[in-house]
């Protein structure tokens, strides 16, 4: 009976714990912190579980570095405003992003104006799921 109870136990606890683990946190960016830049496009990756927006930031020396800044699911991108196909390598648009604590070159994004003057939303705080 105990190693039947331990067994049910056991079980339980590894189905109550798979759902925590589809997901991680969005704690590594500073969401007390909002940049905003224009930046070059180089890449809309429209994938799930996260779409990325891979972008060229000019670092402190004025040379183009790539930076990724982390969207939603593709299925809350639309509801934001985003399509596949909204921006294309080359486009200058400006971005509003939460950066990353440790200072490396990313991002979650929050919002963009696209060429065309467009407003689109990220997965920024208020559009958090």
């Not at 049910?8 to 590594?28: G, R």
């Not at 934001?80 to 196909?85: H, K, L």
Request: charged letters at 20%; hydrophobic letters at 45%.
């Amino acid at each position: 009976m105990n190693c039947r109870i331990a067994g049910l136990a056991a079980i339980a606890a590894a189905a109550l714990a798979m759902p925590a683990s589809a997901h991680h946190s969005f704690s590594m960016f500073d969401q007390t912190k909002t940049v905003t830049l224009k930046v070059t496009v180089e890449e809309l990756e429209w994938v799930n579980p996260h779409v990325w927006l891979r972008v060229m930031i000019p670092d402190a020396a004025g040379m183009p570095r790539l930076w990724a800044l982390e969207m939603g699911p593709p299925a809350g991108q639309l509801r934001r405003g985003w399509r596949a196909d909204s921006v294309k390598r080359g486009d200058v648009i400006t971005v509003n992003y939460h950066p990353l604590k440790d200072g490396s070159r990313g991002g979650q994004l929050v919002s963009a104006i696209l060429p065309d003057g467009k407003s689109v939303g990220g997965a920024g705080a208020a559009f958090q799921e």
